[in-house]
């Protein structure tokens, strides 16, 4: 059973997605919250799988909550905008990827199970105009914790899945199984201390290993 959180201040909103959310066999919403503050405490004493965190809330927003999250809880970002200006730092600060509030019910249940499962929630069309976007604003390369201890292949995987690509997709551009991409996939994460593959992303440009036009 997937243990979910909802934080939004609006009442209505919140409602909407508990109902849908309730009716799924392998679901349940264990709390709300009305701001970031809240969704915090309430992460901590209920211990949910999945977080579904408004970006815009009164007092403590959903980007400051998403940096003191406890350990443990994925974060979908709902924003009303699919390129929010907030998004990209969400990602920095560990959110797992973003959904626009007017996603399709069918579309809002799947991401759930995927993020649940431990992937980001970052399609590729998505992951490359929020890079184009922001990644030119970001600060200047620095140094990451753990690059120097990947491989060749490894540090090559990791600029391809900054692009965007799938796993699909990098085993066909290196001419290897999928099974091989996501393995160089994980190592990575492992290494790096990455939470998933949003992470990754991040990282393979603030690291400079991929620049902004690259894709």
Do not use: C
Not at 106 to 129: D, F, H, M, N, Y
Not at 149 to 171: K, P, Q
Not at 177 to 203: E, Y
Request: no cysteine; charged share 25%; proline share 5%.
């Amino acid at each position: 059973m997937i243990k979910l959180l909802l934080a939004d201040d609006q009442a209505l909103v919140r409602a909407g997605f508990k109902a849908l959310l309730n009716a799924q066999p392998d679901m349940t919403v264990v709390a709300e919250a009305s701001d970031g503050a809240e969704a915090v405490r309430l992460a901590g004493e209920h211990r949910p799988d999945v977080v579904l965190m408004d970006i815009r809330m009164p007092g403590t927003d959903g980007l400051t909550a998403t940096r003191q999250m406890p350990e443990g809880p994925h974060i979908i970002i709902l924003t009303t905008f699919e390129l929010d200006e907030y998004v990209f730092e969400a990602l920095r600060s560990g959110a797992s990827g973003f959904l626009v509030k007017d996603t399709e019910p069918a579309e809002l249940i799947q991401a759930v199970r995927v993020v649940a499962a431990g992937e980001a929630l970052l399609s590729p069309s998505v992951t490359r105009r929020l890079i184009a976007e922001y990644a030119s604003r970001a600060k200047e390369p620095v140094a990451t914790d753990g690059l120097d201890h990947l491989t060749e292949r490894e540090r090559e995987v990791l600029a391809l899945v900054g692009t965007g690509m799938t796993n699909d997709e990098i085993a066909a551009k290196l001419f290897m199984s999928p099974a091989t991409a996501k393995t160089h996939v994980s190592r990575a994460m492992m290494k790096l201390h990455a939470r998933d593959r949003a992470q990754l992303v991040v990282i393979a440009y603030e690291s400079g290993l991929v620049k902004p036009g690259w894709l």
